[in-house]
């Protein structure tokens, strides 16, 4: 788990800027004007792969402060797809000083927006937004602060999921384990892998045709 942390710490700094990390231990996270100047000094050699995000906490005297990552949950790609992911979410508290931007290259474009704010774009097919990460904002947005989103998932075990497939007149059903707390086991899928898509989450007792309660 520490070093998938330290992979989520040295993505959230490469990609948008924003590091977890102290200049002493037990201090507090460095202001957002260091994080710029190290930024502007560090992000293009580790995204390029020429320097590590370790190499850069050492060198420059810090302490990364992982304890600020809250494991939130783990997807697996289905085993049908030709290209597959074993990705861990986390979830942390933005410094509050730190200005985030975008790389331009693995982040194209950076907004302040809410996980219902998300839902409703993807809903109206003005983002793309896949299937686990639908799921985790709509999990995410069942909370009405920073602060008691963290609290609930450091109360919560985290459950492996790996989507079962299956197809029905309607779309693809997908089946994940009702233990890893999304409101539901079967979910239905309206639209082309990668691209916008309509979920319907069915209610636990559905068979696989699609029948039985459903809810956008």
């Known amino acids: 788990m520490l070093g998938l942390m330290a992979a989520a710490a040295r993505e959230a700094f490469e990609e948008c800027g924003v590091l977890f990390a102290r200049e002493y231990r037990g201090g507090p996270l460095v202001d957002g004007a260091r994080a710029e100047t190290l930024g502007i000094a560090y992000r293009q050699a580790i995204e390029a792969g020429t320097l590590g995000f370790a190499d850069m906490i050492e060198r420059e005297y810090l302490i990364a402060a992982f304890d600020q ?80 989103a963290l609290a609930a998932a450091r109360d919560e075990t985290v459950v492996t999921v790996r989507p079962e497939v299956q197809t029905s007149p309607g779309g693809r059903i997908l089946r994940i384990p009702i233990e890893a707390g999304y409101g539901a086991e079967e979910f239905l899928v309206v639209g082309e892998p990668g691209q916008n898509a309509r979920v319907v989450k069915l209610d636990v007792a559905s068979d696989a045709g699609g029948a039985g309660k459903q809810s956008s």
């Open 69 to 148: 990552l809250v494991h939130f949950a783990h997807w697996i790609t289905p085993p049908h797809m030709p290209k597959r992911f074993d990705t861990y979410f986390f979830l942390a508290q933005a410094p509050i000083d730190h200005v985030l931007r975008h790389d331009g290259h693995e982040a194209v474009d950076s907004t302040w927006i809410t996980p219902a704010q998300a839902r409703n774009d993807a809903d109206a097919q003005r983002r793309t937004v896949l299937f686990p990460t639908l799921l985790n904002l709509e999990k995410l947005g069942r909370h009405d602060s920073v602060m008691q």
